[in-house]
């Protein structure tokens, strides 16, 4: 049966750096209700049985998901990030029995690295969050397994993959994504956050980044992976306390700095995300000469200036955007990243802005490139797709530099 094997193990403590470490050994569409709806997010903490029985989810046996998924065949990974491997897998619509692949549903199955104790906690988050909530731009969660140690969750396939490889990996399957798509997943990605902030859910996902952001086969961008998800901070209360824990690069500074967990948190790591679509480059990289393997460092003299502002744009989609839509793009980002918090606009005023420019770009982009929409996702799925690049705050920090103007992390740190 194949095997998963991750450094990096996902938990409640201080925040984790990128870089990956992990390795998949050889051995080893449905859009959601387009109502949004939560049934009941809890403001107190639950007991595992309770997460599991309010939960609308399927209970699977190991022993379906290791034959929907051929025994977890190493050429089936889907992705790989702290938690484990991610596998393709079938299974029958009705009966939830597995099936033979081409056949049924296809799902996305999530296997927590044995190894990984702590691993638990953040399973049982994502059922407890992914269980109640519903939107468009959250992937689905169809169920879970819980067997003796095996811990597994069991989601919607997402024809597409991370946005993370779509910007980043160069392969023939992965063309540089266009300026309108880009735009599309930053506003898909922006409505999934605003629902998340929104009274209705209350929720903090702690964890937004390219590798959690999903995209279905029109290119519509679902957020995925709530392990680190929390709480909002209960009335009359202006945070949470919490241990530091996240992804350096895209954790924002006060939250590094105190602990202090608020929804301008995650408006920052939305800023660092749009900033890294605008360049079409990482947000830390090591490979890059000094005085630029820090993107909001290198690009923020850059961003607010109509002359200089083509010096960053992706050199990959010259043409497709117009001067007004770079610099409208790069002034949300600008917002965003403000290192005061409170000057942070709320994921509602983003999503208003990102609507607008969609609208404007739209028509300015008659002639902008288009993404190979009938490309095969199978072949795509050939390729292993994990974030390698990312530097887990937590316990895997002294295995890696920490990038230039990361803060220290005093806290043990663990990773998502
Ligand atoms: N539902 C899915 N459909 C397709 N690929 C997926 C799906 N879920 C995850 N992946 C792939 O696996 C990677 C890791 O998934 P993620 O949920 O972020 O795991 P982790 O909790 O270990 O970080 C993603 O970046 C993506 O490439
Ligand atoms: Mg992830």
């Given at each position: 049966?194949?095997?998963?094997?991750?450094?990096?193990?996902?938990?409640?403590?201080?925040?984790?750096?990128?870089?990956?470490?992990?390795?998949?050994?050889?051995?080893?569409?449905?859009?959601?209700?387009?109502?949004?709806?939560?049934?009941?997010?809890?403001?107190?903490?639950?007991?595992?049985?309770?997460?599991?029985?309010?939960?609308?989810?399927?209970?699977?046996?190991?022993?379906?998901?290791?034959?929907?998924?051929?025994?977890?065949?190493?050429?089936?990974?889907?992705?790989?990030?702290?938690?484990?491997?991610?596998?393709?897998?079938?299974?029958?619509?009705?009966?939830?029995?597995?099936?033979?692949?081409?056949?049924?549903?296809?799902?996305?199955?999530?296997?927590?690295?044995?190894?990984?104790?702590?691993?638990?906690?953040?399973?049982?988050?994502?059922?407890?969050?992914?269980?109640?909530?519903?939107?468009?731009?959250?992937?689905?969660?169809?169920?879970?397994?819980?067997?003796?140690?095996?811990?597994?969750?069991?989601?919607?396939?997402?024809?597409?993959?991370?946005?993370?490889?779509?910007?980043?990996?160069?392969?023939?399957?992965?063309?540089?994504?266009?300026?309108?798509?880009?735009?599309?997943?930053?506003?898909?990605?922006?409505?999934?956050?605003?629902?998340?902030?929104?009274?209705?859910?209350?929720?903090?996902?702690?964890?937004?980044?390219?590798?959690?952001?999903?995209?279905?086969?029109?290119?519509?961008?679902?957020?995925?992976?709530?392990?680190?998800?929390?709480?909002?901070?209960?009335?009359?209360k202006s945070h949470v306390s919490t241990r530091v824990m996240g992804t350096y690069g895209y954790a924002a500074p006060e939250y590094m700095a105190t602990g202090h967990l608020t929804a301008r948190s995650d408006v920052y790591s939305f800023g660092v995300v749009l900033l890294e679509m605008i360049c079409g480059k990482r947000v830390m990289d090591k490979n890059r000469p000094s005085g630029e393997q820090n993107?909001?460092?290198?690009?923020?003299?850059?961003?607010?200036?109509?002359?200089?502002?083509?010096?960053?744009?992706?050199?990959?989609?010259?043409?497709?955007?117009?001067?007004?839509?770079?610099?409208?793009?790069?002034?949300?980002?600008?917002?965003?990243?403000?290192?005061?918090?409170?000057?942070?606009?709320?994921?509602?005023?983003?999503?208003?802005?990102?609507?607008?420019?969609?609208?404007?770009?739209?028509?300015?982009?008659?002639?902008?490139?288009?993404?190979?929409?009938?490309?095969?996702?199978?072949?795509?799925?050939?390729?292993?797709?994990?974030?390698?690049?990312?530097?887990?705050?937590?316990?895997?920090?002294?295995?890696?530099?920490?990038?230039?103007?990361?803060?220290?992390?005093?806290?043990?740190?663990?990773?998502?």
């Amino acid at each position: 049966m194949g095997s998963c094997w991750s450094s990096r193990v996902k938990a409640e403590s201080p925040l984790h750096h990128g870089a990956a470490s992990s390795s998949c050994r050889k051995d080893g569409n449905n859009s959601g209700d387009l109502s949004s709806r939560v049934s009941w997010v809890p403001q107190t903490p639950r007991t595992e049985g309770e997460i599991l029985q309010s939960s609308n989810l399927k209970s699977f046996s190991f022993n379906v998901l290791t034959v929907a998924t051929r025994n977890f065949r190493p050429d089936s990974v889907l992705g790989e990030g702290g938690f484990g491997c991610v596998f393709k897998g079938w299974i029958d619509e009705q009966t939830f029995v597995a099936a033979k692949p081409g056949t049924g549903l296809v799902i996305a199955v999530k296997r927590l690295n044995t190894e990984g104790i702590q691993g638990h906690k953040e399973w049982l988050a994502e059922i407890n969050y992914l269980g109640q909530l519903y939107h468009p731009n959250l992937v689905r969660l169809i169920g879970y397994c819980l067997e003796d140690e095996h811990r597994l969750l069991v989601y919607e396939f997402m024809p597409r993959g991370s946005l993370e490889n779509h910007l980043f990996r160069r392969s023939s399957y992965h063309h540089p994504l266009p300026w309108k798509i880009r735009l599309r997943v930053a506003l898909g990605s922006a409505k999934g956050l605003a629902f998340l902030h929104s009274d209705r859910a209350k929720v903090i996902y702690r964890d937004f980044k390219t590798s959690n952001i999903l995209l279905d086969s029109n290119y519509d961008a679902k957020l995925s992976d709530f392990g680190l998800a929390k709480d909002g901070p209960a009335a009359g209360k202006s945070h949470v306390s919490t241990r530091v824990m996240g992804t350096y690069g895209y954790a924002a500074p006060e939250y590094m700095a105190t602990g202090h967990l608020t929804a301008r948190s995650d408006v920052y790591s939305f800023g660092v995300v749009l900033l890294e679509m605008i360049c079409g480059k990482r947000v830390m990289d090591k490979n890059r000469p000094s005085g630029e393997q820090n993107l909001i460092e290198w690009a923020k003299p850059f961003l607010a200036s109509k002359r200089k502002i083509f010096h960053i744009m992706d050199a990959r989609i010259q043409g497709q955007y117009s001067l007004a839509g770079a610099l409208k793009a790069a002034s949300i980002a600008i917002k965003c990243l403000s290192p005061e918090p409170k000057a942070r606009p709320l994921m509602h005023d983003v999503v208003t802005a990102l609507e607008q420019l969609n609208e404007s770009e739209e028509r300015f982009g008659a002639t902008a490139g288009q993404p190979n929409l009938g490309r095969d996702s199978s072949a795509a799925s050939k390729y292993r797709r994990r974030s390698a690049n990312d530097i887990y705050i937590g316990k895997s920090l002294a295995s890696y530099p920490r990038p230039v103007h990361a803060p220290v992390v005093h806290a043990p740190v663990v990773h998502a």
